[in-house]
């Protein structure tokens, strides 16, 4: 049997003894390598800024030269040698130095009078009634096989599985739309999985560190899963210094199955998403990544363009992170999710894994939906995290009461590799080889997300989190048998840096409630935002009325907010004049063009949508001027021949006193 990953790891025990959890390993803190990386962020019209530009259009060359002078008249001011790293914007990139440790070199960083701020580089580890014969459940051996209970995450809540997400029921409203785009910022994917074949796009490998990129070089278009396995010798390196000898996870072909698995093809598992398709950017290799790769992966997922990469061709609407760091919200994390916020996009985040203790970075980020983990009678799994910046639980997987060498009973069946080192054969995790942890739970939350998308396009990043909270159903919180070791179940409580295993969670420390998948995607259905503009063909400098009026929410809802405003005025100078938040505005625009108005509605559960109206301002008709002697119909005036005829008496008199 293969080694299981971390953060999907089991904890087994010599001998037969019961327990309450089955958990997944705690990774040892990772050790700096003496390699000091750190990301950079000039000030706006900073010299350097200025001696060295970057474009978001930038080539890759172009972009390289611009970052190695940069980092060279930085490191000439620090009295050190810097190596350029990768670029995140225009203004913002990597450097790295060797013989001094990264918080000092942030630190004198932060001091030049180009920066604005630097920070330490991070790294973050990983944190798994269709057809599909999996689905219903699958036959049990010894040593193989299983779960009996098939996908039961996925199924209507029953009997004593009170966490389940009834994606059946939202697959009643829609199977999904092949237009909507999941990113997976992981491992990679193994593309030639069977039950993956058809469902992934082309993707990116953002790794850029070939010391851990495990493929040989650095970013590239290929984001395939070449193995993460990690070595007695590699942990004897600086590099690897503080990482756990294992076998390959495939962790994102595991959370690309949970979303996108061909779902009602007669083979293999469902995928929670059904038809929508799963982007694949490869962040993590050898053991972690780091925060400059995975921001900069979401903002490329995001359709934001990046100096030095290709546009991405196929945007995403929702963006899964399986993975963490320890620590609050860096400054890049937070500007990066509310980009791609501000671009349309999800951004779905695991809490983390260290059992009870404050929810890992991302997922603490402000616009990120951090998932906690669930066991199948809606209590928090032990091993998941907590914090009052999650925003909804949903299934992790849990096994309960079992000793070494049985059967999980309620893992979160999933596509992955057989391989412990370099891939050999698709194959699926059940109960002897199984996947358990928060980086399982959020994917079920953005293949969620990414229905309630497929069913209402015109949905925020706001509007999804606010649907998502506001049909979650309560969390249990009494009358569950005692936990057979910890003893009677008791709330959670918020992290206070001592482990909580299994608890009641609550509204500070789990988010809002269990997802309801189908109550979810009902939730984001009946919007329909109507824009009626008049006069129809408005002309510069006249008043234009935008009314929404003729908008719907979904049935048994009510319009709680309006808010217009202008996306882009073009060469008109428009304003939106009066109140804006009421379903009538003005615009005015005193010269000809397009102009572009927003109007995002709210309901009473605070789900928003929004709609943009293109307006085609015309010029002004040029009144001719009328002439005062009344020649009409193309008659020459009685004025215009007599000044023809002094003219031609002039020029006859200058003739004779040239002659």
């Known amino acids: 049997m293969k080694k299981l990953p971390v953060f999907a790891l089991l904890i087994m025990l010599a001998g037969n003894v019961a327990l309450a959890e089955r958990t997944p390993t705690r990774a040892m803190p990772l050790a700096d390598d003496g390699n000091a990386r750190v990301i950079v962020t000039f000030k706006p019209g900073a010299s350097l800024l200025r001696a060295h530009a970057l474009g978001a259009t930038s080539s890759r060359s172009a972009a390289a030269s611009a970052l190695d002078g940069r980092a060279t008249v930085l490191g000439a001011r ?23 440790d990264a918080r000092t070199l942030a630190a004198r960083l932060a001091r030049d009078a180009d920066v604005e701020y630097a920070e330490v580089d991070r790294r973050a580890r990983r944190l798994l009634v269709p057809n599909d014969p999996r689905f219903a459940s699958v036959a049990t051996g010894v040593g193989r096989g299983g779960p009996a209970v098939g996908q039961w995450y996925l199924r209507a809540p029953a009997g004593e599985v009170a966490s389940s997400i009834d994606a059946v029921s939202a697959w009643d409203t829609t199977s999904g739309s092949a237009s909507v785009v999941v990113a997976v910022l992981d491992t990679g994917v193994r593309f030639d999985h069977p ?97 400059s790769d995975i921001v900069t992966a979401i903002r490329w997922a995001a359709g934001i363009a ?11 609407r929702v963006i899964n992170l399986s993975l963490g760091s320890s620590g609050a919200c860096s400054t890049e994390e937070r500007n990066a999710i509310k980009e791609a916020n ?12 260290t059992a009870g203790l404050a929810a890992n970075s991302p997922a603490n980020c402000p616009g990120a939906i951090g998932v906690a983990a669930l066991r199948h009678v809606g209590t928090k799994v032990g091993f998941s995290d907590v914090g009052p910046e999650l925003s909804i639980a949903a299934p992790g997987g849990n096994c309960i009461n ?25 194959t699926y995790t059940d109960s002897f080889d199984a996947s358990v942890g928060t980086s399982f739970s959020s994917p079920l939350v953005a293949a969620t997300a990414a229905l309630m998308l497929s069913a209402q396009p015109a949905l925020t990043a706001a509007g999804v989190r606010a649907a998502l909270q506001g049909t979650a ?4 919180s009494s009358g569950l048998p005692d936990d057979p070791t910890t003893g009677p179940i008791v709330s959670c409580h ?21 997802l309801d998948a189908g109550a979810a995607v009902r939730a984001a259905t009946g919007f329909h935002i109507v824009i009626g503009v008049n006069p129809a063909a408005p002309i510069a400098g006249q008043a234009i009325a935008l009314s929404g009026s003729g908008s719907t929410v979904a049935p048994g809802r009510s319009i709680a907010a309006w808010q217009w405003s202008l996306v882009d005025a073009g060469t008109t100078g428009s304003t939106l004049t009066g109140a804006t938040t009421t379903p009538n505005a003005t615009l005015q625009a005193p010269t000809a063009g397009t102009v572009v108005a927003r109007l995002v509605i709210t309901d009473d559960l605070g789900v928003a949508v929004a709609a943009q109206q293109s307006v085609t301002v015309t010029a ?29 008496g002039v020029l006859a008199a200058c003739k004779r006193q040239m002659a």
Request: proline residues 8%.
């Open 342 to 353: 501000d671009a349309g996009a999800v951004v779905v985040v695991a809490a983390g894994n």
């Open 306 to 316: 990046v100096p030095g990469l290709p546009a991405n061709p196929n945007p995403a």
């Open 473 to 476: 159903r309560p969390f249990p």
């Open 620 to 648: 002004a008709p040029v009144t001719p001027s009328t002439a005062t002697d009344g020649g009409g119909g193309g008659a020459v005036s009685l004025g215009w021949l007599l000044a023809l005829a002094m003219a031609a």
């Open 494 to 514: 918020a992290p206070n840096g001592s482990e909580q295993l299994q608890c009641y969670c609550t509204a500070t420390t789990c988010g809002a409630g269990m």
């Open 402 to 426: 079992i000793g070494l060498g049985e059967p999980c009973l309620y893992p979160i069946l999933t596509t992955v590799d057989s391989g412990t080192t370099g891939p050999v054969s698709s």
């Open 78 to 100: 620090l009295g050190l040698r810097l190596r350029a790293g990768p670029a995140l914007t225009d203004r913002v990139q990597v450097v790295q130095a060797d013989g001094v």
């Open 195 to 291: 039950d993956l074949a058809g469902k992934l796009l082309a993707g990116y490998d953002m790794v850029s560190d070939a010391a851990i990129s495990n493929d040989g070089d650095g970013r590239d278009g290929d984001p395939s899963d070449p193995g993460d396995w990690v070595t007695a010798a590699d942990i004897t390196t600086p590099t690897f210094a503080g990482c756990d000898v294992s076998s390959s996870s495939w962790h994102g072909t595991q959370v690309s199955g949970i979303i996108g698995a061909a779902t009602d093809n007669g083979v293999g598992m469902a995928g929670a998403g059904w038809n929508v398709r799963v982007l694949p950017v490869r962040v993590l290799g050898k053991c972690f990544g780091y925060t």
